[in-house]
């Protein structure tokens, strides 16, 4: 059915933030979601498109927030490096019950619960068309999981990320809060550094940018949007 479809991108690194996982809920992991986007991956690996998945952990916790109420900055970023690895597995759990081969690596080492990170490991699964979920961000505090998408990204040789918000791409301030916000198809990363455009950190952009790592930036609550995104559609903001 999809053969005359041109597949742009053959290997994808898709970011997943805490708030797409908690769905319409204040806290937590909303399991219908993660299906929602689990039924999707799951036409895209039929598709022969290898996905990395790099996951958040701000639908548990923040370490920007718990820095907040006292917590040490160290602790407060290991906590939030461990939410990551809770909703990864919640995530492998719900793939590969809906028979997606998925594995979950992890940049702290966890024994017993999941896989320590392993690029050559890594690479070899996605060749054989493996989903593999990355979790505990870079392994270090004071970054950040957009940054562990970059770096996986460039790590794993994608041909691009895909980030998914809320909002349908890269604006010129907030578009919940002002009406006038302009929306960007296409944007340059030295652009979205001297704009200061509120999309992913600094440090991801700058990664990106050494590396040539094409990012869009696209509404992950529109249904078959990756689909679309991986046959060429303009969705959201390209950021090369
Ligand atoms: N974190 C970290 N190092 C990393 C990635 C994440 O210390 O390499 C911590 C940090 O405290 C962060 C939390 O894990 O706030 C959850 O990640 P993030 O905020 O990026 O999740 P998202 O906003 O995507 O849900």
Same mark, same amino acid.
């Given at each position: ?99 997606? *081969? ?65 909002? *349908? ?41 050494? *590396? ?29």
């Amino acid at each position: 059915m999809y053969k005359n479809t041109e597949i742009l991108y053959k290997r994808i690194l898709l970011k997943l933030s805490g708030e797409f996982l908690q769905g319409a809920n204040k806290f937590g992991i909303d399991a219908k979601k993660i299906l929602s986007i689990v039924n999707e991956i799951k036409f895209l690996v039929n598709c022969g498109i290898e996905i990395g998945i790099v996951v958040g952990g701000g639908n548990l916790f923040r370490g920007s927030e718990l820095k907040k109420i006292g917590i040490s900055s160290v602790i407060s970023d290991n906590i939030g490096m461990l939410s990551t690895i809770m909703n990864g597995l919640a995530i492998r759990d719900i793939m590969n019950k809906n028979n997606i *081969n998925a594995c979950l690596m992890s940049a702290v080492p966890i024994n017993g619960i999941c896989m320590h990170y392993d690029w050559k490991k890594a690479m070899d699964y996605l060749s054989k068309k493996k989903v593999v979920i990355f979790v505990a961000g870079i392994g270090n505090t004071n970054f950040t999981t957009d940054t562990a998408a970059c770096l996986r990204g460039i790590e794993m040789h994608v041909d691009i990320v895909l980030k998914g918000t809320k909002v *349908n791409g890269v604006y010129s301030c907030d578009p919940e809060i002002n009406l006038d916000a302009k929306m960007y198809k296409k944007l340059t990363y030295q652009e979205v550094l001297d704009r200061k455009l509120q999309v992913m950190d600094l440090v991801s952009i700058i990664l990106a940018k050494d *590396n040539n790592l094409p990012i869009r930036v696209f509404n992950i609550n529109k249904p078959g949007i990756l689909y679309r995104i991986i046959t060429g559609e303009k969705e959201g903001t390209l950021i090369i």
